[in-house]
């Protein structure tokens, strides 16, 4: 749900000088049913003093459209023509305190229907140089056309300089995939695509990333005590939620140089795997320590010990 | 009527059901362990997840409730399907869908064709909305490694013909994965006997919560994961599952069972008194996809010469939500891509207007509809250039068309 403003709510809800005026002098009518978005716009204009002194409206169109529309008509109601040229597309958007960016096109329709009306009082042919694409950059309201425009007029080749060109993609960045589309189909077309990127200085390719050297055997520095029992206390803790998992459990009941005693207790005490338990307990200790230890329950504990 | 007014934009999203709340909310507070975990606070979760696997699997009919795997909804499930099958079978190069499917799948197959090198062959549809038979014929052939086609359109409700389609995409060696993010729970499904390979559904358009939804992959399918990393759902979508989601899921789905006969008869004979009603009230209107092929709850009605954000905001206005494939409410400047490509002409494709109902619109509400419509489409008009006062379409031909 688009979020407008207090303002255009009061003009769509309630538009101001909708409706056929037939005694209108002049006549703006555009936009079409096909783009979604259409206006006449109808002015009765005094040809001694120029003074706009009535203006209604007809639009097909969105919320934004019709409140433009009739913003439009409040704003030039008492002008002259030729202050009235001078309204452009953000003061009607202004008026109505703001429009989203999507719709800031809304206001521009207004803009130009004016253009075309004073034309149409004038005698003069209007033409029109509107165009429009898919909005690319919400944040600054820019469509792709914009973008083609910046980029082929100025022989842009990089993101950041449609950024410098046209704010496109200059805030929230989350257009950058959308603006190297459209940038990638121009220079694609004019044939100029951008040389391959190098790697930044410092960094390397995948291409480059070799397998690690394996490493040099070095001699395991001397642990102290308290780091041998410590590393000892810690590869138990690793090993008993597995053993736990089936069931029974390991504590660490004394050490004692190369002889380590252990004691199982639940479902693997006594159990005919507890031996093959005591092995896992071994190797696991041998690979943590970097030394040979023996593994022993803890009921082969020496006496008095 | 709640509160807020009368919801008919049910297949944008839907009202999560307070049965199916009241299942999920354990789950934040009490149950809140991680099922991989070796404990009991994970058991109870895994046990949870896997009695939604089986309210999943009922809803759809599968032989297998381990052919289920959730997902984070109907963008993700689309997504995961057509990626593991190109992945999958590397070999070939082509993929077939239809004009009309959710961006979930035509970005995706834009994207595949632009900066993959696919090759996407896009089935048009008829001025009803019924898929070209002729045209998917032709386009299946041995490079052809999936087809991802909708069972319904989420604009128009109409529903192809994917039982048919399945077997013609199996008979061509080419996997088949329907969307049926719109379909599952509005139309009985029995994957088990269907040539149907892989299918997408998601939570929020059947009462559950959004950011939950599920793709069904028949036993035996190559499957490749979109996402990496642990082992959850048989590592096929890693990730620590959204255990909440997945129950409300279950309980969304156990709902919609028990609601189908419902849907089809209560739900649709609104839809038809609210749609005829429309049509006898409003001149310059019609039925949008194919009346006589479509999801019971949906109904999508086109008002000539006026734009479709501006009755969107009418609506509201009276206290009505509904939906439209107008430009305008999208903020691109093309009427939807599904009017388009059945080739609702412009004069009416910016005011085309859906209304979808579910199993708690009530009569009343309807009847409220039925009252406001008319006058909101008389006003719309009157400031119309191309709507002359005498109440009928006008010559008006603007500067840029
Ligand atoms: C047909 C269809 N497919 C996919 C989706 C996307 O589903 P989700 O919002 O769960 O990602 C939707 C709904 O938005 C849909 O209607
Ligand atoms: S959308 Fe372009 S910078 Fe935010």
């Not at chain 1, 009518?29 to 009765?44: H, N, P, Q, R, W």
């Not at chain 1, 029974?248 to 140089?257: C, N």
């Not at chain 2, 944008?12 to 934040?28: G, H, I, Q, S």
């Not at chain 2, 709902?255 to 008869?265: F, I, R, W």
């Amino acid at each position: 749900m688009w979020n407008y403003t207090d303002k255009v709510k009061e003009h769509f809800f309630n538009p101001k000088n909708a409706g056929a005026l037939d005694e209108a002098n002049a006549v703006g009518e555009v936009g079409s049913i096909t783009c979604g978005d259409a206006l006449k716009l109808m002015m009765k204009v005094n040809p001694d003093s120029q003074v706009i002194e009535d203006a209604k409206f007809q639009t097909f169109g969105c919320g934004s459209a019709i409140a433009s529309s009739s913003a439009l008509t409040e704003m030039i109601i008492g002008k002259t023509v030729d202050e009235a040229l001078a309204v452009t597309n953000r003061d009607i958007a202004e008026y109505l305190g703001g429009l989203p960016p999507e719709k800031m096109h809304c206001s521009v329709m207004g803009a130009e229907a004016l253009r075309a009306a004073i034309a149409n009082f004038k005698g003069e042919e209007w033409v029109d140089d509107h165009e429009e694409g898919e909005l690319v950059c919400k944040c600054f309201g820019i469509d792709a056309a914009m973008i083609e425009r910046a980029v082929t007029v100025n022989s842009l080749t990089t993101l950041e300089e449609v950024t410098h060109y046209t704010k496109a993609g200059g805030s929230c960045q989350t257009c950058h995939e959308k603006i190297e589309e459209v940038l990638e189909a121009v220079l694609a077309k004019t044939g100029a695509l951008a040389p391959p990127k190098s790697h930044a200085p410092g960094t390397v390719g995948l291409d480059a990333i070799k397998p690690l050297a394996p490493k040099a055997e070095a001699a395991p520095a001397k642990l102290t005590n308290v780091q041998r029992m410590q590393k000892i206390m810690f590869a138990i803790e690793e090993l008993r939620p597995q053993i736990q998992r089936d069931g029974g459990d390991v504590e660490l009941v004394d050490i004692d140089g190369k002889d380590i005693y252990v004691r199982l207790t639940g479902a693997c005490s006594g159990c005919s795997q507890s031996a093959g338990t005591m092995m896992g307990v071994q190797a696991k200790l041998v690979e943590a320590l970097g030394e040979f230890v023996r593994v022993k329950p803890a009921s082969l504990l020496p006496v008095g010990a | 009527m709640t509160a807020q007014g009368i919801y008919l934009d049910n297949n944008a999203t839907t009202r999560v059901d307070p049965e199916v709340l009241a299942e999920m909310l354990p789950l934040f507070t009490e149950q809140f362990g991680n099922p991989s975990s070796m404990h009991g606070f994970g058991a109870a979760v895994g046990g949870k997840i896997e009695w939604a696997r089986k309210q999943v699997q009922a809803l759809l009919g599968a032989a297998h409730d381990s052919e289920i795997v959730f997902t984070s909804g109907g963008t993700e499930s689309d997504n995961t399907a057509i990626l593991s099958v190109l992945e999958a079978y590397p070999k070939k190069k082509s993929i077939v869908t239809s004009v009309v499917e959710h961006p979930a799948v035509l970005a995706l197959c834009d994207y595949l064709e632009k900066k993959r090198g696919y090759t996407v062959h896009r089935i048009g549809v008829d001025n009803r909305g019924n898929l070209d038979l002729d045209a998917y014929k032709a386009a299946l052939g041995p490079d052809v490694a999936i087809v991802s086609i909708m069972w319904a359109n989420n604009e128009t409700g109409t529903i192809f013909p994917i039982e048919e389609l399945a077997q013609l995409a199996k008979a061509a060696g080419a996997v088949f994965h329907t969307d049926a993010v719109q379909a599952v729970g509005k139309i009985p499904m029995t994957l088990a006997t269907s040539a149907v390979d892989m299918l997408s559904l998601s939570g929020h358009k059947l009462h559950a919560p959004k950011g939950i939804g599920a793709l069904y992959v028949k036993r035996g399918l190559r499957f490749r994961p979109m996402l990496r990393g642990g082992h959850q759902e048989r590592s096929r979508r890693a990730g620590t599952e959204n255990a909440p989601g997945i129950v409300g899921l279950g309980a969304a789905a156990q709902l919609a069972l028990m609601h189908m006969t419902d849907e089809n008869t209560r739900v649709k004979a609104l839809r038809d008194k609210l749609e005829q009603a429309i049509l006898a009230a409003v001149p310059n209107c019609f039925v949008t996809g194919n009346p006589a092929n479509r999801l019971p709850n949906t109904c999508n009605v086109a008002f000539e010469y006026i734009e479709g954000e501006a009755i969107l905001l009418l609506l509201n206005e009276a206290g009505i939500a509904a939906s439209s494939g107008s430009a305008c409410t999208s903020g691109s400047l093309e009427p939807s891509h599904v009017m388009r490509a059945m080739g609702v002409p412009y004069t009416a494709a910016h005011g085309a207007t859906r209304f979808s109902l579910s199993r708690e619109t009530t009569e009343e509400e309807i009847d409220r509809v039925i009252a406001v419509v008319p006058g909101i489409i008389a006003k719309l008009r009157s400031l119309s250039p191309y709507w002359s006062q005498a109440g009928a379409p006008k010559e008006f031909a603007p500067v840029y068309s």
